[in-house]
């Protein structure tokens, strides 16, 4: 392929999940490339941008955050003036520290910790005990949704009762571009604004009834700004990080367990390694990360004229960095393109390139992902996959493509 004809909005490449052929070429010939101004990418974007693909320029952009601001948005198309520099993701210091500090005591209080990885064991065993009982099931939405989906719930706050409804509208906002769900603008627009106005009712309880979720902490903190003087989040700001929150701690996590079990039955080798020996979890854990990265790309705007790569990104200029192709990097990885259960040393960027961004959620993830694949392969190994097919929401969207149903039975 001529790379000068390459099309990221064309959804034919994502069909069999991320094309690393492709990026695999573009980290070798372009690894900083301009991307072109096809008909897809001004329908969607609206500009050409950049397309960063090796690991030591990901990693670079990631932690610059005077070079690179996020204030446009994670996306490569930008934001809507309304929601620039007003969410966690669309913040640059040191804005985004003090809103980043409130969040993170909700992730990071030990007493927290300690009580979501007891609920996530739990949640473990009850999904395999259903899936055992079954003689097996539909992975993506029984399994590698149904945990996440309810630990993001328990930090945050939701009732059982309001779960699968409302993880419905998550994943079909989500999927709103893949052309066989049929979901249209219309119907977009609505599932976003009946979460946003889930968020807002939710926060009103929580400031009538508080508990010690993340909503009851967000909904009543105070914000000091650089003056001393402080505020609190209006509804709107509560929409946007209520959706952020039901969007991160869920899809991402269950494109990881789908992707994960294929990568496991496509290895048997290094399954069998897996069951053998629990003490490399944690190494299998960064290892399924590191394999199915499930956000292909964050996205930030070049705050000066910059070099890289022998490249003059523009001050203004749109930069995308992409994190599958940061970790099929050979210039970091020993045998990249292998999936190996107990790689000794990982840097993976999956949950970002590093600096300020990185992941709020990731020890959550990784603390699902060991302990459902743990469990798992604990009571049973082995499993019939029935067929795979990816759907592909499209370039417009950070996770771009995810693993449609499929079935597994027990063999
Ligand atoms: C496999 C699972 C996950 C992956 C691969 C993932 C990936 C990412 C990535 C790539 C970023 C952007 C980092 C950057 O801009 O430098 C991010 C940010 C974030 N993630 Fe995750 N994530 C996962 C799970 C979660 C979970 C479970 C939660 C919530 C409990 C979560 C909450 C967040 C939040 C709030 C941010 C924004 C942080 C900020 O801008 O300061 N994520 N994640």
């Known amino acids: 392929m001529d790379l000068s004809t390459v099309d990221l909005s064309d959804r034919a490449l994502y069909a069999g999940g991320f094309p690393h052929a492709l990026f695999a070429r573009l980290r070798e010939e372009a690894p900083v490339f301009l991307h072109p101004a096809t008909p897809g990418v001004m329908e969607r974007i609206g500009e050409p941008f950049w397309v960063v693909s090796r690991f030591a320029h990901v990693r670079q952009v990631s932690r610059d955050t005077e070079g690179f601001a996020a204030t446009d948005g994670p996306a490569i198309e930008r934001f809507a003036e309304d929601r620039r520099n007003l969410t966690i993701v669309s913040m640059d210091p040191p804005d985004h520290r003090r809103l980043r500090g409130l969040i993170s005591k909700g992730f990071f209080l030990p007493r927290m910790v300690d009580q979501l990885s007891e609920q996530i064991e739990t949640w473990c065993r009850r999904i395999v005990d ?101 505020s609190q989040l209006n509804d709107f700001e509560l929409a946007l990080f209520f959706l952020i929150l039901v969007i991160a701690g869920s899809e991402t996590t269950r494109n990881t367990l789908s992707a994960g079990l294929l990568a496991f039955e496509n290895n048997p080798e290094q399954k069998q390694r897996f069951i053998a020996d629990p003490s490399i979890t944690d190494l299998a854990t960064e290892e399924l990360l590191r394999w199915t ?61 590093g600096g300020p961004h990185l992941c709020l959620g ?36 950070n996770v771009t493509c995810s693993l449609a149903p499929y079935q597994v039975e027990l063999g």
């Open 130 to 230: 259903d899936l055992l009982a079954d003689g097996g099931c539909e992975f993506v939405n029984d399994v590698a949704y149904r945990l996440p989906m309810n630990t993001i719930a328990d930090v945050v706050g939701i009732p059982e009762s309001d779960r699968q409804e409302l993880f419905e509208r998550v994943n079909r906002l989500m999927l709103a571009g893949e052309p066989s769900l049929g979901i249209d603008e219309t119907e977009r627009a609505e599932q976003e604004a009946a979460i946003f106005n889930y968020g807002i009712e939710l926060a009103g309880e929580k400031r009538a009834n508080p508990d010690d979720g993340v909503w009851s902490a967000l909904t009543q903190a105070e914000f000091e700004d650089e003056s001393g003087a402080t």
């Open 293 to 353: 990265s499930p956000v292909l790309f964050f996205a930030r705007t070049a705050t000066r004229d910059t070099e890289l790569a022998g490249q003059t990104i523009k001050q203004g200029d749109r930069v995308s960095i992409w994190y599958p192709s940061a970790n099929r990097d050979p210039a970091e990885f020993a045998d990249a393109n292998q999936f190996l259960v107990d790689r000794p040393v990982n840097r993976h960027t999956s949950f970002g390139g």
């Open 362 to 397: 990731a020890h959550l993830a990784r603390k699902q992902i060991g302990c459902l694949f743990r469990e798992l392969f604990s009571r049973t190994e082995a499993l019939h996959i029935g067929p795979t097919h990816w759907y592909v929401a499209g370039l417009h969207n």
